[in-house]
């Protein structure tokens, strides 16, 4: 049960940080959230091996609860109703997995676009500093 606590955890820290990565933003501020992803992108990666592995035990555990029992005695009812229950927390836990997986994919796929995008801006000042300079040399030696 802690288990699954801390994966909807990781959940809601992902939705917060994809948030920020993509609200349009100053590129200070940008830089700032893609340094703190900097920071964290190891254990991102490792969280996402953990996902991975939590995404095949959920699956098995669905896969469990795909046959439904027959039970012809008298507590049926009973089993029949434990056996939704346990299919229904198999589902819940696959799809929580599923989703946390699939944003850890999306938030590590758009950090690296951002710092990409920031190492292109960067590079692009540099050039039209470069280009500025060049065009006040022209002017002065005419």
Not at 2 to 7: K, P, S
Not at 115 to 130: F, I, M, Q, S
Request: charged share 25%.
């Amino acid at each position: 049960m802690l288990f699954w606590w801390m994966v909807a955890g990781l959940l809601v820290g992902e939705i917060v940080l994809l948030f920020l990565l993509m609200l349009p933003m100053p590129s200070l501020f940008t830089r700032g959230v893609v340094s703190l992803l900097d920071l964290i992108n190891k254990p991102l990666y490792v969280c996402l091996a953990v996902m991975c592995w939590v995404l095949f035990d959920g699956t098995m555990e669905m896969q469990k609860y795909s046959v439904k029992p027959v039970d012809n005695s008298a507590t049926a009812m009973h089993t029949e109703n434990l056996y939704h229950k346990n299919k229904w927390r198999a589902e819940r836990n696959f799809y929580l997995a599923a989703f946390t997986w699939t944003l850890l994919v999306i938030l590590l796929r758009c950090h690296a676009q951002a710092k990409r995008n920031l190492d292109l801006e960067k590079e692009r000042d540099e050039l039209r500093a470069v280009h500025n300079a060049n065009k006040e040399e022209s002017k002065k030696d005419k």
